[in-house]
């Protein structure tokens, strides 16, 4: 494709927002040219913030639109399936935002349809392109660590943003879907893709009981076939704000990386300020705020690499493929949570709806 990739975004509230944001930040790779949500106003707001020309209520009518060539998937996690699979038969190369689907049965379909549409199907998975988690990926390359035997990785916060998210029906899960595929993922390629062996899981619904059937804290131990083992931790129990961390462990060197706090400005103030970081619930007092939020996380990197994809510049370094490893990974989790036991791969069970099915109906869970 020979000059900028002209973008569609689906959905216009907060990841749509850092899509838009992200490109941006690339223009001489890509340009957001339109944007589709059905809630009257709120596509219109996101395009009037950056100057978007082109604004729809319904997704399929900007598919339509022959000059876009990428689009951008961030709706809640039940459509990103039949919305993948419209913008893969209307030509279009997608980004899917994560978790990829609500089952392997529609993961399997998303590649399949795109591969066969010949359009490429980019997983947002931007840990793989943050800073400082690239930065400890190259040290583990360079040797820094001799044989890594443990990779963590955990996100915590006190819960999403968006009523669906705590709907398991349009979420597929709790915070182990919601940002356990983060932990999965990073651990998936800090070790270069190994195949993940076995998932053990414990998860709880500890302080939101009243708001979702999901578990709002989560424990996964991966192995992988290369010997290393990954912990992923999670919450929506965790008071005080995003909390993004990794730590890599060798038998020759250790690294830890701790995203927000690591790069923010330890504050205390009487009065409170404007914005310190993601889901912090206030300003006042000791707070610690992060700047150049989005590129610490790697979303315009991420953006701008996919853009570089679409354009033939760049070979995709986050696939479809990745997100279906992950989503398999969830599968067994959550069966492994209701078991009480490891799971080993490869785990297919058949008639799943949605991943927390494995785990609802038993006795820990919520
Ligand atoms: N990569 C990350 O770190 C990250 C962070 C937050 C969210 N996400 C993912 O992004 C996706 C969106 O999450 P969010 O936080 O933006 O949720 P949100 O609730 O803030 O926004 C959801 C958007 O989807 C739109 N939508 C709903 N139904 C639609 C339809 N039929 N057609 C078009 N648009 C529709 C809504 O109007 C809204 O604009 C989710 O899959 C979530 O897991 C990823």
Redesign the pocket.
């Known amino acids: 494709m020979n000059g900028r990739v002209k973008v569609g975004i689906?959905?216009?509230?907060?990841?749509?927002d850092?899509h838009a944001a992200s490109f941006q930040m690339a223009p001489e790779e890509a340009e957001v040219v339109a944007v589709?949500?059905?809630?009257p106003g709120?596509a219109e707001a996101l395009a009037g913030r950056y100057g978007i020309p082109r604004v729809f209520t319904?997704?399929r009518q900007m598919l339509l639109e022959k000059d876009i060539g990428l689009v951008t998937?961030?709706?809640?996690?039940y459509?990103?399936a039949r919305?993948t699979l419209d913008c893969a038969r209307a030509g279009k190369h997608v980004v899917c935002?994560?978790?990829l689907s609500m089952t392997l049965e529609e993961a399997d379909e998303m590649l399949e349809v795109c591969r066969r549409e010949g359009v490429l199907l980019l997983y947002?998975?931007?840990l793989f392109f943050t800073p400082k988690y690239v930065k400890a990926k190259e040290m583990a390359a360079q040797g820094a660590f001799g044989r890594v035997y443990l990779v963590k990785q955990s996100e915590k916060h006190f819960g999403?943003?968006?009523p669906?998210?705590w709907d398991v029906e349009r979420s597929g899960g709790g915070v182990f879907m919601?940002m356990g595929c983060?932990g999965i993922a990073f651990c998936h390629w800090f070790l270069d893709r190994s195949s993940i062996r076995s998932v053990y899981c414990q998860m709880g619904t500890y302080v939101h009981r009243d708001k979702t059937q999901g578990e709002d804290d989560s424990l996964c131990i991966l192995e992988f076939e290369n010997g290393a083992v990954g912990l992923v931790e999670n919450s929506w129990a965790r008071r005080g704000g995003m909390d993004d961390r990794v730590e890599v462990h060798g038998e020759g060197g250790v690294t830890y990386a701790n995203l927000h706090m690591g790069n923010a400005l330890p504050t205390y103030s009487e009065y409170g300020y404007g914005y310190a970081v993601e889901k912090a619930p206030g300003t006042k007092g000791w707070s610690y705020p992060v700047f150049e939020e989005l590129w610490n996380?790697g979303f315009p990197q991420e953006m701008r690499h996919f853009a570089r994809c679409v354009r033939g510049k760049e070979e995709p370094a986050a696939t479809g493929e990745d997100g279906r490893v992950v989503m398999e990974a969830l599968y067994a989790g959550y069966a492994s949570a209701a078991r009480g036991g490891k799971i080993n791969l490869p785990f297919r069970p058949r008639n799943v709806k949605k991943p927390i099915d494995l785990w609802l109906g038993n006795p820990s869970a919520g």
């Open positions: 689906i959905g216009s509230q907060f990841e749509a850092i589709a949500s059905p809630t709120h319904d997704y998937i961030a709706a809640p996690n459509l990103h919305m935002e994560k978790p947002a998975e931007e999403p943003h968006s669906w998210f919601d983060h996380y």
